[in-house]
């Protein structure tokens, strides 16, 4: 049988060989003197008596994945989340999309929230739109832009029939 030392603090004596487990003692026996002058001082204390289902077991880290997909995919990307139970449990991370984008100047529409394509259904009309003309699909400024426009062209007409009517009444 091989015999060895785990070090901690303050706990004395040698260690079999088998599944180590660790576990802190307080100290049954004074250290004898080659331990306190040795620059190892300390190590870990497994009595005859001590079995494997004494010692205390280490918290369970393994993690069971949600759904049927089990690899780490970009679209199924999954994080570690402990219960106030204390149980860990896989929580699967939803990309986020990058949202309506205006039809125009292609910035992302204020107000409307960034969802998959599929999720939308299930929202309520009001989270969908902005509620003014082109509310979905076009920002508020470049429907600015357009109404300028048109009653800027509708006025641009509206001179040349004028100029016209002039012009033929001379």
């Not at 989340?81 to 292609?106: E, F, W, Y």
Request: with cysteine; charged share 25%.
């Amino acid at each position: 049988m091989i015999r060895r030392f785990i070090l901690f603090p303050f706990i004395y004596a040698p260690l079999w060989s088998f599944s180590l487990h660790l576990f802190l003692r307080p100290l049954p026996v004074p250290l004898p003197s080659s331990f306190l002058n040795s620059p190892l001082k300390y190590c870990i204390l497994f009595t005859p008596n001590t079995t494997l289902n004494s010692l205390p077991k280490m918290p369970d880290s393994r993690v069971t994945r949600v759904g049927r997909q089990p690899y780490n995919t970009k679209s199924k990307k999954a994080t570690p989340i402990r219960t106030p139970g204390g149980k860990l449990v896989s929580q699967t991370i939803v990309k986020k999309s990058k949202g309506p984008r205006c039809s125009d100047c292609k910035i992302s529409l204020p107000g409307i929230k960034h969802l998959k394509s599929s999720a939308y259904r299930n929202l309520k009309k009001r989270e969908k739109t902005v509620s003014r003309a082109y509310g979905g699909s076009c920002c508020a400024s470049c429907v600015r832009q357009r109404i300028v426009r048109a009653f800027l062209l509708e006025e641009q007409k509206a001179v040349k029939k004028l100029l016209a009517e002039r012009s033929a009444a001379k």
